[in-house]
């Protein structure tokens, strides 16, 4: 139980770029994990609470290379995954991100 209350947590924060439904909070974990099987997914959600993890431990630097590294990657619009308007998979979003690193 407190692993679901903290996904559903660290979800409120990141409502915009998770897959949502209002089915089940159980679907929404199907969907994404299926996404992932499928090179399909968007990582952003998942990279972002890395980045709020390293904020909570005190490494703001890296923290905010890797907040920019995602925000430039997404303004750049090369690189977005179908739910952010774009025909990258999975790891060629990633890619980008870590290029942009």
Not at 66 to 89: C, F, M, P, Q, V
Request: hydrophobic share 50%.
């Amino acid at each position: 139980m407190v692993v679901n209350d903290l996904i559903c947590t660290m979800s409120i924060d990141i409502i915009s770029l998770m897959l949502r439904s209002e089915v089940a909070y159980d679907l929404n974990v199907l969907l994404f994990v299926g996404g992932v099987i499928w090179n399909l997914a968007n990582p952003t959600a998942l990279l972002l609470s890395g980045v709020m993890m390293l904020r909570h431990l005190k490494l703001n630097k890296q923290a905010e290379q890797i907040h920019s590294a995602i925000i430039n990657t997404i303004a750049e619009g090369k690189y977005r995954t179908a739910d952010l308007g774009g025909t990258s998979t999975t790891t060629e979003f990633t890619k980008a991100i870590c290029n942009h690193l």
